[in-house]
Each structure stands twice: as C-alpha cells, then as structure tokens.
C-alpha cells in the first residue's frame, strides 16, 4: 500500500523505541580461549580481535607493555616490517595494535574471503616476533622526538598531570613517560614480557562482521594450539595514591594565550549503582553539546570553543573529569562557572522539559552505537571485560527513560562537591 503523501508522518521520540542488543554468539577454541562474535552485516567484510591481558597494569617498568605491543609488527624470524605490512596491503587489510591500561590487542580488518591467507601471518607476529635492535632504536628516536613536541602542549601536559594527582604516579592510570624511561628500555625486557602475556598470554577474541561459516575452524587452526589461556597469570594489585592539595597552576608556555583545564574527583566502576544515574547527570553537567557547561561556559560566556565532562573508561576506579582549554585570563573564571553549574544541580531539580532532551539525547546516541557489527561487538567487548553481560545494557536504559529529577539532584549533592575535586590550569 502506497503511503498517503497528504499526513505527515508520525515522530517518534528516541524513548520510545525498544532497543534490543543483538546476541553474541559464544564458543571456545581447542586451548580454551574463549571467542565472542557477532555475525551481521551486509557487506562481505570481517573484523578479528585478540585481546590479552598485557596491558601496563602488568608491567613492572614503565612504557615496556606499550612499546612490546607496538613493535609486535616490526618484525618475526622470517619476516620483516615491510613484508609484513605488504602482506597485509596486498590484500586490502589492516593490522593495528594497542595498548590501554589493562589489556592489549591486535586487531584485523579484512574481506571475509582474505581470512585464511592473513590469520597465519597474525600466529607468526605471536610466536616469533624479534623485537630487532635497529627497529627498537628507531622507535625511541620517534617517540622522544614527539614527546618533546608534545610537552610544549598545555593541554597534553594537563592531561598528564591530573592523573597523576587522582591516583598517584605509581599507580598505572597515573603513570606518565619522560625521554628517560625511552633511553633505559632494553630489548631483553620487551622479550620477556612478550613471552608472558603474548605468546603464553591470557587471551580472548571477538569476530563480528559477514562471518564466513567455518569461522571457528579458521580461528582454532591458527589459534586454538597455542598456550593462549594461562589464567594463572599474577594479578595486580595497585593502591590509590592521591596528591594532598586539590589545587594546581603550573606554567609551561609563558609566552601562551590559552589554559588547559582540568578538574577531577575520584569515582567508582560501573559496577557501582549509582553509575547509571551518574551518567544521565553527567549529560546534562557536561556531557554533550546541549549542557549547561557549553550553554553557560562556551555559548553565554565565550571562554572557550567546547567544554566536556565524562567519567573515565577504566575497568578499576575512575574519576569524574572536567575538561577544558580557555583564554589564559578567563581560566579562573571558567572554574568558577563550573562549580556554579555544580551548585545550582546540587541545589534546584532539573526541569521535565531538559531532562526529557536528555533521555532522547542519550537513547538516540545509543541507537548510533549499536549500527552494525563492528559497533555491536565493541559494546559487547566493554561489558566483557568489564565483567558485566546484557543485563547491565538493559538496566542503563531503563535508567535514562525512568530517572527522576529528583534523585538526580540527590545524586548531584553526593558526587558534584567542589571541595571533592582537584582543579589544575596549564597555561
């Protein structure tokens, strides 16, 4: 039946749909590792991820994870960096590595029907990488020559130090490099540590996309015979270190027009019930381009092009983060601003029209989120390695479509306390 051009169609609100998270699949290879995928899509594409416990959570001197993982492509005992990335090129896919805090991946995107000619060079990067003298010289060389870039940066530097100041230097999410830690790094180290969380590692893989129907038969002959499931692996354990005083101004260009901003107070995981709430208060805090930070700080102010809030995505402790570049004289008035906005959400009860904004702000990017395979496995990806599974994505929803104003103003007294957060400019 053709439609009646003559009614307007009907608008929905974002709340009003009923989003549902596509299943994932789940299935374990011959040395247990277990798998997660996610068959869909329209095109004939695939994306395989192997994530393993090697992140610099688990390194005992600075920068050995992340500089282990980058050189994972930089050659085996039969192949060279530019051989591997040609194998790679010639067949129109690609290869990255990375590093966060608690796990590393290495990560292939490819046409599905390429797979089996690319996952064997992936098997040979984690039994027989070299980690070459030249390749690891070159490596500090660049990476000194862009720290040095970075730190004339305010707001790299700023960045930097109110980690620092949430969980400590020792702490990993605290953690920051200087050209020293380049110039101790020995080859000997990098070895060993890819030996222990890489070739014998604790591993897990996520596959989304058009998957071809043997899938598991193709990851288990590349995968399945190798010591990738070593759950005896040590676990860390690191204490919080926070910096006494709350307050910082440092000068790194005294000739600059512009502060880095940044303010912060610790939070907990997304095991921690209040997190939910939190994040519909942080949305309309700080959270999107509609918020009371932009609306006050960036569009009635003018101190700055964006101002944002979120709270950090780490699988332990998070801090609840402000951050923001603005005119070197304006910065102390960008702080009083913000806690201002703090005031008034600790104090008056967010009204049903902006709330509402909210929830189908929040649904609506939801939507965008889960738009395809890839996206659909990302998702899945956080809540498993965060220890959470669909039930968590559920309760969120549930959450944005059924807070009150009310206990978001109960939850902005508990956590959006001036006196709570540390507040630094980088000017």
Known sequence: MAPNRKETPKIFDAVEFNLQLKPCQRFTLDNGVP?????????????????????NWYEDKNIVAATTNFMLKNGTKHKNAFSINE???????????????????????????????????????????????????????????RLEVSLKKCDFVANRLIDEYVYGF??????????????????????????QYYTQGNCMVFVAGKLPANIQEQLNNAFGSL??????QREVQYNTQPAD????????????????????????????PDFAKVQVLNNIFGGFFGSRLMSNIREDK????????????????????????????????????????MDILRNEPVDAAELDLVRNYMIGSLLGDLDGPFQ???????????????????????????????????TAKKYLNPAEFYELVVV
Request: with cysteine; charged share 20%.
């Open 302 to 341: 003018g101190y700055t092009y964006g101002i944002h809030s979120y709270i950090q995505n780490h699988v332990h402790t998070c801090a609840w983060m402000i951050s923001t570049e603005a005119g070197r004289e304006v910065c102390d008035a960008t702080i009083e601003e913000t806690y201002k906005e």
């Open 227 to 232: 010591p990738l499931n070593h759950t005896a």
């Open 35 to 55: 798998v997660y995928a996610v068959d869909a899509g329209a095109e004939d594409v695939l994306m395989v991820e192997l994530v393993f416990k090697a992140g």
């Open 170 to 195: 020792h702490h990993p999410y605290g953690r920051y490099t200087s050209t020293l830690d380049y110039d101790q790094l020995e080859r000997e180290e990098l070895i060993a540590f890819y030996k």
């Open 376 to 410: 659909i496995i990302a998702r899945w990806k956080s809540y498993i390695l965060n220890g959470l599974d669909e039930k968590y994505f559920y309760n969120s929803i549930n959450t944005i479509k059924t807070v009150t104003a009310e206990e978001l103003q109960e």
């Open 245 to 272: 005083d709350k307050k910082y101004h440092i000068v790194n260009d005294p000739n600059g027009v512009q502060g880095a901003i940044r303010m912060a107070t610790p939070f907990p995981n997304r095991h921690h």
């Open 87 to 145: 194998h790679f090129d010639f067949y129109g896919a690609y290869l990255n590595r990375t590093c966060y805090h608690e796990t590393a991946a290495i990560t292939l995107h490819t046409l599905s029907k390429h797979l089996s000619a690319l996952l064997p060079v992936v098997t040979e990067i984690l039994t027989e990488s070299v980690f070459l003298e030249d390749e690891l010289a070159i490596y500090k060389q660049n990476q000194k020559q």
